[in-house]
């Protein structure tokens, strides 16, 4: 159908892959437990809208170059890591006035910049866009003319089970938090518990490796 085969064998992968805990996950649940449910929800749909941006580059074959250049893989790599530790210190060293950075996160977070970052910080793991280069073609029909269309779809159901999923985590991890975060030392305790989880996570990012 479409170009596609074992669709319910996809749809189960996905859900699988979705609650298995990663650095998308991290990332959505140190926002939501620092900053609230709507930093949190900004930054499920920043992350899905770069799931579907990678959908759309491993369709059009542009994210077989990170696989084939080591270089190119390496320059991405290290960008989302420095990117990572930049946005982990700016809730380390926020206070309530922002006077430490003019980017760093506060208690009254810019929904649209809690966005782009989720955005950036998905697209530039370029491990995620070797995962949809290797796991989407496994499920597209090798007799489809328009590969680009099976490519989509199944980019748009994992968008649409990993934000419900995602989503979840949001509302539970945000309201189990705004029990503690209403005072004002262990709000400052949460930003930087989640500041080490970012810088934690682009280290990580840093030390992978493209298999």
Do not use: E
């Not at 499920?139 to 999923?165: E, N, R």
């Amino acid at each position: 159908m479409l170009g596609i085969h074992d669709f319910p064998l996809f749809v189960i992968s996905c859900i699988l892959l979705n609650i298995t805990p990663g650095q998308d996950t991290l990332y959505i649940l140190g926002r939501s437990v620092a900053q609230g449910r709507q930093a949190g929800v900004m930054s499920v749909l920043g992350i899905m809208t770069g799931v579907l941006v990678h959908t759309l580059l491993a369709a059009l074959g542009l994210s077989a170059i990170l696989a084939t250049s080591s270089l190119a893989f390496s320059i991405i790599k290290y960008a989302g890591a420095v990117y990572l530790v930049w946005i982990g210190f700016g809730f380390i060293i926020s206070r309530h006035d922002r006077s430490a950075l003019p980017d760093a996160p506060s208690s009254a977070p810019n929904p649209w910049k809690i966005f782009q970052q989720g955005v950036l910080t998905n697209l530039l793991n370029p491990k995620v866009a070797l995962f949809f280069l290797s796991f989407l073609p496994q499920f597209v029909s090798v007799q489809s003319d328009l590969v680009f269309v099976p490519f989509m779809i199944l980019g748009l159901v994992f968008f649409t089970t990993g934000s419900i999923w995602c989503l979840f985590l949001v509302y539970g991890s945000a309201w189990l938090s705004a029990r503690f975060r209403g005072h004002r030392s262990t709000g400052g305790v949460l930003r930087k518990i989640t500041g080490a989880l970012f810088i934690g996570l682009g280290i990580r990012l840093a030390l992978s490796q493209a298999r």
